[in-house]
């Protein structure tokens, strides 16, 4: 696969540490095309609970984020590790992404200070990233920092099976969920064309050493490329 001449990069965070990456260019066309293969690749994941079906994942609001693509704005694809069913009712099958969850997220947020643990780290490194501000100038209540999310985030689970119960970090699971989903994690961020991705104890399934360097999914990355971020 053909990378771009631009000098943009990618920004892959894992706990401390930096990675750049060139972006890989990509046209409208072959665009259409393969969200339509992600979707089908989706729906043919089998999941391993009885009647459960794969959860559909991607940009928060994918025109939004396709024009954020084309303009070269700031995108950030949050590659995290798996979905929670509490009730242990919940069949999946359905979008993670779309509007209702959407504004249940924004009321969430808005009644709970401590907020939805997934949801209110996105919104703060989102608006962080787009403003340029410190921690304690974003306010994640505001409709402004809402819509900034709603923009420039992508959201991929490397397990796209929802896990019954409470937070589920069994690695035995997560790597088989890493190896089975790897061709359609690797058309993902192709396809989305992040500009920062951040990794939520994901990268350690997929960053591997080579002769040089590294390897993530398509890029390499040369020795030198990676750097120690500020706690």
Partial sequence: ??????????????????????????????????????????DGIKCERPGVKALHDGPINPSLWFARVDA??????FLLKNGYDYSGKDQGGYNI?????????????????????TYIPMIYICNMLEKEAAFSQVNVESPAAFSTWKSSTAWVNVDKELRAGGWDTD??????????????????????CPN????GSTLEFFLKTVQGGYQFFDYQIPIGNQGVMPH
């Fill in 97 to 117: 992404c779309d509007g209702k969850r959407q504004y249940e997220c924004l009321q969430d947020v808005r009644d709970d200070q401590d907020g939805p643990t």
């Fill in 72 to 77: 070269g704005d700031n995108r950030v694809l």
């Fill in 196 to 199: 920062i991705i951040i990794c």
């Fill in 171 to 192: 690695k035995a699971k997560l790597q088989r969920a890493a190896n089975l989903n790897f061709d359609v994690l690797r058309l993902q961020i192709n396809t989305y």
């Fill in 1 to 42: 696969m053909n990378t771009s001449s631009s000098n943009k990069r990618i920004l892959l965070f894992f706990s401390l540490i930096l990675i750049t990456l060139p972006i890989i260019s990509q046209n409208k066309n072959s665009r259409e095309n393969n969200l339509r293969r992600i979707s089908a690749m989706i």
